[in-house]
């Protein structure tokens, strides 16, 4: 009996140890994307921004409202 009690005892114990693993390892999934976010956006952010500046001003010209 207390060979089945140690036994489901340890059971348990493991289930918890690997939530804590998978619950890392989407903790390291999360900041790996968004570090992969921030890069594309610090790479592509000047070029981006010079595309939305040109829209708006070509917005602005053919509705003869000046500024954005």
Same mark, same amino acid.
């Given at each position: ?7 489901? $005892?340890?059971?348990? $114990? ?7 693993? !998978? ?6 999934? &999360?900041?790996?994307?968004?570090? $992969? ?6 790479? @592509?952010?000047?070029? $981006?921004?010079? &595309? @939305?500046?040109?829209?708006? /001003? !070509? ?7 000046? /500024?954005?």
């Amino acid at each position: 009996m207390l060979d089945y009690l140690r036994i489901m $005892l340890n059971a348990r $114990l493991a289930r918890m140890d690997a939530r804590g693993a !998978s619950s890392v390892e989407y903790g390291l999934l &999360v900041s790996g994307i968004a570090a $992969l976010i921030a890069i594309i956006v610090y790479t @592509f952010g000047g070029s $981006l921004s010079n &595309v @939305f500046q040109k829209t708006c /001003t !070509s917005i602005g010209t053919s509705a003869n409202s000046g /500024t954005c």
